[in-house]
C-alpha cells in the first residue's frame, strides 16, 4: 500500500510570510520559493486534504506584490539619480556668481569685510547683530531695529563699537532678532563666490571657498 505524505501549505507559505516581512529575498527568490512549494504541496499532497487553493492564491499575489515594488523601487531610484545629475549640471551655471547662504564666519582683508546678511522667517520688532573676533570678545553691535520678514544685508564698515577699524583676519558674527519677546530663529547670511559644485548623498552642493559649502536649495540670492 502506497502512503502518501502531507504536506501542510502553512508551514510553506509562513516562511514566504516571514521573508515578506523582513525584505530578506529578492522578488525572484520569493518566486522560485513559492513555486518550489508549490510543486512540492501538488505532488506530496494528501488526496483526503488537499491544500487550499484560496490561500496559495493570496500568496501568489503577495509576491506579486513584492516583485512589482522593488520594480517600482529600481525605477524611481533611476529617476531620482537622473533628477540629480540634471540639477547638478542646472547648478553648474552658477560657478564665477556671488551667492547668499547659509554662514557665520566673516573676514576682513585691508580694513574691508566681507559681505553678510539675515534671513528672518517672520517679521521681527527687533534686531541685533554681534560681531565677534578670534578670542570670543564682541568688537561690535549692530542695532538694525525692527525688519520685515525675508532676506537683509548687514551693514558693517569693519569697525569696532568705539569707532576704530578692526584688525584683518576672520571674525565671526551672530544675529537676534525677536517678536513680542519671543525668538524669530534668524538665519545668518554669508556672500561667496561660487567656486564649484559637487554633490552628495544629501544633494547638490555649492563651494564658496574656504572650505565652505551649502546647499544649492540653500541659496538666498545670486548676484
Known amino acids: 500500500m502506497t502512503t502518501t505524505s502531507s504536506v501542510n501549505s502553512n508551514s510553506g507559505t509562513s516562511g514566504i510570510n516571514d521573508a515578506l516581512k523582513s525584505g530578506s529575498a529578492s522578488a525572484a527568490d520569493l518566486q522560485n520559493n513559492f513555486l518550489t512549494m508549490l510543486v512540492t504541496q501538488m505532488n506530496n499532497q494528501d488526496p483526503l486534504n488537499p491544500m487550499d487553493n484560496s490561500q496559495l492564491t493570496s500568496q501568489l499575489a503577495q509576491i506579486s506584490t513584492v516583485s512589482s515594488m522593488q520594480t517600482m523601487?529600481?525605477?524611481?531610484?533611476?529617476?531620482?539619480?537622473?533628477?540629480?545629475?540634471?540639477?547638478?549640471?542646472?547648478?553648474?551655471?552658477?560657478?564665477?556668481?556671488?551667492?547668499?547662504?547659509?554662514?557665520?564666519?566673516?573676514?576682513?582683508?585691508?580694513?574691508?569685510?566681507?559681505?553678510?546678511?539675515?534671513?528672518?522667517?517672520?517679521?521681527?520688532?527687533?534686531?541685533?547683530?554681534?560681531?565677534?573676533?578670534?578670542?570670543?570678545n564682541v568688537v561690535r553691535t549692530i542695532d538694525m531695529k525692527g525688519q520685515t520678514a525675508g532676506v537683509h544685508d548687514i551693514a558693517w564698515d569693519g569697525k569696532n563699537d568705539a569707532g576704530t577699524a578692526v584688525a584683518d583676519g576672520d571674525y565671526s558674527f551672530k544675529v537676534n532678532a525677536t517678536a513680542n519677546g519671543n525668538s524669530v530663529q534668524p538665519v545668518a547670511l554669508v556672500f561667496g563666490k561660487v567656486q564649484s559644485i559637487s554633490g552628495d548623498s544629501t544633494g547638490v552642493l555649492v563651494d564658496i571657498g574656504n572650505g565652505q559649502t551649502a546647499g544649492v536649495d540653500d541659496v538666498r540670492r545670486i548676484l
Request: proline share 5%; hydrophobic share 40%; no cysteine.
Open 73 to 136: 523601487n529600481a525605477t524611481l531610484n533611476q529617476l531620482l539619480g537622473q533628477v540629480s545629475a540634471s540639477r547638478a549640471m542646472d547648478s553648474a551655471a552658477l560657478i564665477g556668481h556671488t551667492v547668499m547662504v547659509p554662514g557665520s564666519q566673516v573676514s576682513v582683508k585691508d580694513g574691508v569685510p566681507g559681505k553678510i546678511g539675515v534671513d528672518l522667517p517672520s517679521t521681527a520688532d527687533a534686531v541685533t547683530v554681534n560681531v565677534i573676533d578670534k578670542d570670543g
